[in-house]
Each structure stands twice: as structure tokens, then as C-alpha cells.
């Protein structure tokens, strides 16, 4: 079994940034991908960004492209959030899988996080 622990959210002005971290332990898969997702209350999870097992590629959604970065260093992932706007307030999951190329749909991902909140105040 594969655990994931995010930490990292809280409140924070508009235009301000937040550095969400991911660790993962346990059984770990040899080679995974990670991704962060996003749920907003009364709205679907949705994609965030994600990235691959030696973190050379990564992918974004349009909605954080050019102000969101996603990095990985072996089992522990981050999300440096810039620019933030009450848009982006939601719990923000970690999500594992294993596979080796990134894919965005929720069910595709084997682990997940507990989330942890991000506020963002206008």
C-alpha cells in the first residue's frame, strides 16, 4: 500500500503564493507518475498538473498554466502556487500511479492523499 501525505495549503490574498508538498511511503510502485488534483465545493475534481517518474516532463492545466510549477525529488512532490486567485480555493489532493506516461482523468490515478485546504482571499 502506497501512502501520500500533502501539506502545505492554507489561506493566502490574492496574488499571493502557496508551496503545496507531497510524500509518499510505503510500497511504491518502481515507476509512478504523480499529479495534483483540485475540488472545489460542489464542483468535480479536476486536473492540476502533473509529472512524470524522473520529473523531466510535466503537464498543466490551462486554468494554472505559467503560474503553477510542478517538481518532484524521488517520493516527495510540490506545487508552488503564484499569482493565486479566489479561484483557485479548494482542498488540493496528491495523487499517484503507476505508469509511466502522465494522464490527466481522476480514475486513472491508484493513490491518494488526504487533501489539504487551499484558501485564497480576495
Known amino acids: 500500500q502506497v501512502q501520500l501525505v500533502e501539506s502545505g495549503g492554507g489561506l493566502v490574498q490574492a496574488g499571493g503564493s502557496l508551496r503545496l508538498s507531497c510524500a509518499a511511503s510505503g510500497r511504491t510502485p518502481g515507476s509512478y507518475i504523480m499529479g495534483w488534483f483540485r475540488q472545489a465545493p460542489g464542483k468535480e475534481r479536476e486536473f492540476v498538473a502533473a509529472?512524470?517518474?524522473?520529473?523531466?516532463s510535466s503537464y498543466y492545466a490551462d486554468a494554472v498554466k505559467g503560474r503553477f510549477t510542478i517538481s518532484r525529488d524521488n517520493a516527495k512532490m510540490y506545487l508552488q502556487m503564484n499569482s493565486l486567485n479566489p479561484a483557485a480555493t479548494a482542498v488540493y489532493y496528491c495523487a499517484a500511479a503507476s505508469r509511466l506516461r502522465i494522464v490527466t482523468a481522476p480514475p486513472a490515478y491508484d493513490y491518494w492523499g488526504q487533501g489539504t485546504q487551499v484558501t485564497v482571499s480576495s
Open positions: 509529472i512524470s517518474w524522473s520529473g523531466g
